[in-house]
């Protein structure tokens, strides 16, 4: 068991403390799943997610309105991502894809929650466009007023659930005024008419993922989440909540790392003895502990700050997410290291964790972009 000794910061409530125990008993019990085919292992995971309660806590719940508690979203995300990354994934798309119905759907928009948070339909966020990433506001998707109506072209790519969600959270461009201030927000049923999987995108660590194709795709005027024209913050906002989780789920890597490193340093012997007596391994050892509770606090701080009342948590946000993802990339390069040739052997927990990280630093803001967000808050005076 991964050190758990952070669950006794003052960030937590008790009830925090149950979940990441129970969460752990349940993990270990149905994880890691057998991922030779990925879309049915994801969606079985949502199902049983589902089942067994957990999606309760992606998206907030349409009878009892209140607010998502980002740090049950980022302890869940953490514990699933040590156990299994598919399984992670399974749930953060289930809150990505339905953040915005959460922050500013309609009372029938929130219907759907009673869906994706009993794991009987999935859902995605439909954002980057094939030239437009992390330039939000350069957007080519065009969402055209027809009567009652909006008659939406364009492509999306690097979408998540692409392919196997049941709805689809879609930005494009309405035009109220250039730039950032002229994109909405809509829900697409994956059933709509001109709405097709133009590609299936294979990565180094494989997880439903597609480019998709709007031709003259039809949705009532309810379909649109928010305002018009406010689309740019409704993405931000979403991403403001789910850029701690991706931190999160990066720390969840990290610890699976430094635990096996633990275990491996431990027992193997090395000139003579562990190798763990070996100064050049202890300092390893120790720069991973430390980048490992770093992360930790970024993360938690920007989800307590959040759960406290913050309107925005943009820069603690954008640092949870920059320095989690960066520093897990370090964390299991170490133990990729420190485990020789086993390290890059296919299967090896440590391979796995390696493939897994890399696309972290690049999605929901790459860490450039975070960057960018941290400098802008700091000049701002925020
Ligand atoms: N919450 C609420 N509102 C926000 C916000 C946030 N986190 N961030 C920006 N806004 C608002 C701004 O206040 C501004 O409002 P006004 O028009 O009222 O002044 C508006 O949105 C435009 O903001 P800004 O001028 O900063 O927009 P830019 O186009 O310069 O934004 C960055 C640039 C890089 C910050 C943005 O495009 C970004 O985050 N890109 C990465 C996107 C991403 O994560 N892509 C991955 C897709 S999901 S896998």
């Keep these: 068991?991964?050190?758990?000794?952070?669950?006794?910061?003052?960030?937590?409530?008790?009830?925090?403390?149950?979940?990441?125990?129970?969460?752990?008993?349940?993990?270990?019990?149905?994880?890691?799943?057998?991922?030779?085919?990925?879309?049915?292992?994801?969606?079985?995971?949502?199902?049983?997610?589902?089942?067994?309660?957990?999606?309760?806590?992606?998206?907030?719940?349409?009878?009892?309105?209140?607010?998502?508690?980002?740090?049950?979203?980022?302890?869940?995300?953490?514990?699933?991502?040590?156990?299994?990354?598919?399984?992670?994934?399974?749930?953060?798309?289930?809150?990505?894809?339905?953040?915005?119905?959460?922050?500013?759907?309609?009372?029938?928009?929130?219907?759907?929650?009673?869906?994706?948070?009993?794991?009987?339909?999935?859902?995605?966020?439909?954002?980057?466009?094939?030239?437009?990433?992390?330039?939000?506001?350069?957007?080519?998707?065009?969402?055209?007023?027809?009567?009652?109506?909006?008659?939406?072209?364009?492509?999306?790519t690097w979408i998540s659930n692409g392919g196997i969600a049941d709805v689809y959270c879609v930005f494009a461009r309405t035009g109220e005024a250039p730039g950032a201030r002229g994109l909405s927000c809509f829900l697409v049923p994956a059933e709509t008419d001109g709405l097709a999987v133009a590609e299936r995108l294979e990565v180094i660590a494989p997880h439903p993922l597609a480019r998709l194709k709007f031709d003259n795709v039809r949705v009532s005027s309810d379909a649109l989440v928010g305002e018009p024209g406010q689309g740019f913050k409704v993405a931000m906002s979403v991403l403001d909540i789910f850029r701690s989780t991706v931190g999160a789920a990066a720390l969840g890597f990290a610890r699976r790392a430094l635990e096996a490193t633990l275990v491996r340093v431990r027992e193997r012997e090395l000139f003579g003895a562990p190798m763990s007596e070996l100064q050049m391994v202890q300092g390893h050892v120790a720069d991973m502990a430390l980048d490992v509770d770093a992360s930790a606090l970024l993360v938690y701080r920007a989800a307590w700050t959040k759960d406290s009342g913050a309107a925005r948590v943009t820069r603690e946000a954008a640092m949870a997410k920059l320095h989690a993802t960066d520093k897990a990339q370090d964390v299991i390069d170490r133990a990729v290291q420190l485990h020789g040739g086993d390290g890059v052997r296919h299967g090896h927990i440590v391979e796995s964790l390696y493939r897994e990280i890399r696309a972290l630093r690049i999605y929901e803001g790459a860490s450039d972009v975070q960057k960018i967000v941290i400098a802008r808050q700091m000049l701002e005076g925020g």
């Design 1 to 156: 068991m991964a050190d758990a000794s952070f669950l006794n910061w003052p960030f937590f409530d008790d009830r925090h403390r149950e979940l990441a125990v129970s969460l752990e008993e349940w993990c270990i019990k149905n994880l890691p799943v057998d991922h030779s085919d990925t879309d049915a292992a994801c969606k079985a995971l949502v199902a049983q997610l589902g089942q067994d309660g957990w999606l309760e806590h992606s998206a907030v719940d349409p009878d009892e309105p209140g607010k998502l508690d980002v740090r049950s979203l980022c302890l869940i995300r953490e514990t699933l991502a040590r156990h299994d990354g598919l399984a992670d994934f399974a749930f953060a798309m289930q809150g990505l894809g339905t953040g915005a119905i959460s922050l500013f759907g309609s009372s029938e928009q929130q219907n759907w929650l009673r869906k994706t948070r009993a794991g009987s339909a999935l859902s995605a966020f439909a954002l980057s466009e094939p030239k437009s990433g992390s330039d939000v506001a350069a957007m080519d998707m065009t969402a055209t007023r027809d009567g009652n109506h909006f008659v939406l072209n364009g492509e999306k």
